[in-house]
């Protein structure tokens, strides 16, 4: 690299600033994950609901009707679950953004040094760490549901075959 071009990645020497940046970065992912896994949740709900239509048609007496309620029990039981989890988890992220101002106003150069905003800081980055571990458990769970929607979607092929 020749000694007039700037470094690729400009690097700030406040560790608050850096720490922020990568407070945002984890907030905005959240973000996404929290659409994708609502659609998906919206998805399973509507399986569920064909699973508990396909259980009544099969009957409570055949072991396809029994397996589709017991299926369709299950991922109610764990929807409910990962709507619990979004519930806490939003709770935290709407925290983070009513301390977003505070905390870019002290970030743009120029600003006060006091230490009031520091204190935001780390604070909303130990909420955002929460939220990595609050993450994890939701990804376990997704993929908890993710065996059931598989399960369904077996069901609910066996009892479309069935119906022609």
């Given at each position: 690299m020749s000694t007039n071009q700037?470094?690729?990645?400009?690097?700030?020497a406040d560790p608050d600033r850096q720490e922020?940046?990568?407070?945002?970065?984890?907030?905005?992912?959240?973000?996404?994950?929290?659409?994708?896994?609502h659609n998906f949740v919206t998805n399973m709900e509507t399986m569920r609901e064909s699973l508990q239509i396909n259980s009544r048609i099969a009957g409570s007496d055949t072991d396809a009707g029994r397996g589709m309620a017991a299926l369709?029990?299950?991922?109610?039981?764990?929807?409910d679950r990962i709507k619990k989890g979004f519930t806490k988890l939003?709770?935290?992220?709407?925290?983070?953004?009513r301390r977003k101002p505070l905390i870019e106003a002290h970030l743009e150069p120029g600003a006060s040094s006091d230490d009031e905003p520091s204190a935001q800081i780390r604070v909303a980055s130990d909420l955002l760490n929460g939220?990595?571990?609050g993450i994890d458990v939701m990804d376990r769970m997704w993929d908890s549901l993710m065996a059931c929607s598989r399960r369904a979607q077996m069901y609910l092929n066996m009892a479309r075959n069935q119906g022609r």
């Open positions: 700037a470094p690729a990645v400009s690097q700030s922020w940046v990568a407070a945002m970065a984890k907030h905005a992912k959240y973000e996404a994950f929290r659409h994708r896994m369709s029990q299950q991922m109610l039981e764990k929807t939003d709770g935290l992220y709407a925290d983070i953004g939220f990595a571990r």
